[in-house]
């Protein structure tokens, strides 16, 4: 009788991090990432800025290079 399907809560597993990378210090021509909520580890183009989200992404980029 207690038994209800509780389906937003069945399986707590970290698949749709938002993951908030931290990059660390650059090593080489890449930097690794680690996010600081589910841990995971990535690695980073130095060449690419870290604040690719949400301000310059390579069309902003783009456009502004054709601006001139
Ligand atoms: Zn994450």
């Known amino acids: 009788m ?7 809560n ?3 597993k970290v698949v749709e991090c938002a993951h908030f990378w931290r990059i660390e210090s650059p ?3 890449t930097s690794r990432g680690k996010c600081k909520h589910c841990g995971s580890t990535q ?3 130095n060449s690419i800025p870290v ?3 949400g301000r310059s ?5 783009k456009a502004a290079a054709a601006k001139r």
């Open 51 to 53: 604040t690719v989200w």
């Open 57 to 61: 992404t390579p069309e902003t980029r």
């Open 43 to 45: 690695e980073f183009m």
């Open 27 to 29: 090593a080489g021509p």
């Open 10 to 12: 069945t399986h707590v």
């Open 2 to 8: 207690d038994k209800r399907p509780d389906a937003s």
